[in-house]
């Protein structure tokens, strides 16, 4: 047995060029799972892919990626025209290397017309001019922005669109530096914060862009789940990859706990007041949102939408 076994292996091993059968078919076992998965992300090797190139460009060329962005815009956009400015963005980004900002989908969920405007997160400018593009008379937007580069494109992304800085008014500086100094303009960054030191004022809309790609969900659903904020989540995909789900989260300022309290009467936009793009340590928009003293989730990495027992999961 054990000889005859031995010449049968053999002869598999002959027919195979060398290779027993028995991995052949191992191999061949895991060619439709190697497939799948592969099909599955393959939107996400694209986007990794786009991300790597820019980042060796960076490293290559003495030409930062902000710059060769910058100089696009600056020979394709038409100066003043936000609109175009934005198109533009996008087709830089459709057809050169990946931005990462709130992207035309994403954008058409923002419909509201404040009167003040607070953007956490500029980096190139696309949402700021974005949101500016929708204000009404006498309207402004502050938007911060903590890495220097990103913020001086900005800069002039936003005054290539045409915005002043009556408008729109680009401060550099991580928010929990910026956060403190903007108390007595009025203005706030963080939820958190701004809900602490009471200068939400009840009707007052945050958007928080990248909410699903990256499959953190907690924030909105704690944020319902408390009571002091209605939230809706707006799905779509991952600016201009088509395959990656991604959605912006619409939270409604309630100024009651669940208990019914009233809070946060302190603040007076004369409207609305919202931040998009947050982004808190690389951990994606409005993720980690704590709010202390009302035994939620903080962090948790899944919500339950219109539930009431949301928490740690
Ligand atoms: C996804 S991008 C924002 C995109 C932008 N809202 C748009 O739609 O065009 C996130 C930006 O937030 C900035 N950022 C992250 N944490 C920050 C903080 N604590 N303070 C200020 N800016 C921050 C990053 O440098 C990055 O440029």
């Keep these: 047995m054990g000889v005859g076994g031995h010449a049968g292996g053999l002869q598999c091993w002959r027919e195979t060029g060398g290779v027993p059968m028995v991995s052949v078919a191992i191999a061949l076992a895991f060619v439709p799972l190697v497939l799948a998965l592969a099909l599955r992300s393959r939107h996400w090797a694209v986007l990794v892919a786009r991300v790597a190139l820019g980042w060796l460009r960076d490293r290559l060329s003495s030409v930062p990626r902000e710059h060769r962005a910058l100089q696009y815009l600056l020979t394709h956009a038409v100066p003043g025209d936000p609109r175009h400015v934005l198109l533009t963005l996008d087709q830089w980004s459709r057809r050169c290397e990946h931005l990462s900002c709130v992207g035309p989908e994403k954008g058409q969920h923002w419909r509201q017309r404040p009167q003040r405007v607070l953007e956490l997160g500029t980096s190139c400018g696309y949402g700021a001019v974005l949101l500016a593009r929708a204000l009404p008379p006498g ?3 502050l938007t911060v922005e903590r890495d220097p580069q990103r913020a001086a494109m900005a800069e ?14 680009l401060i550099v500086g991580p928010s929990e530096e910026v956060i403190p100094q ?9 939820l958190r914060l701004l809900e602490r030191h009471r200068l ?5 809309t945050v958007m928080a862009d990248h909410v699903l790609c990256r499959e953190r969900r907690g924030s909105c659903a704690t ?17 201009y990859c088509q395959g ?3 959605g912006i989260a619409e939270l409604r300022y309630t100024g009651r706990d669940a208990g019914g309290d009233a809070t946060g009467t302190g603040w007076e936009w004369g409207g609305n007041t919202v931040g998009m ?4 340590g690389g951990n994606g928009v409005g993720i980690g949102w704590e709010h202390s003293g009302n035994g939620v989730g903080m962090g948790s990495e899944q ?5 009431n027992g949301v928490g740690k999961h």
């Design 223 to 239: 944020h319902a789940a408390s009571g002091r904020f209605r939230c809706r989540l707006h799905r779509a995909t991952l600016e």
């Design 277 to 280: 793009g947050w982004e808190r």
């Design 244 to 246: 990656i789900t991604d």
């Design 303 to 307: 919500w339950e939408w219109g539930g």
């Design 200 to 204: 939400l004022a009840p009707g007052a």
């Design 139 to 141: 309207a402004r937007l």
């Design 182 to 190: 903007l108390r007595s303009r009025c203005y706030e960054l963080d």
């Design 156 to 169: 002039k992304v936003i005054r290539l669109a045409g915005f002043d800085e009556r408008t729109l008014q």
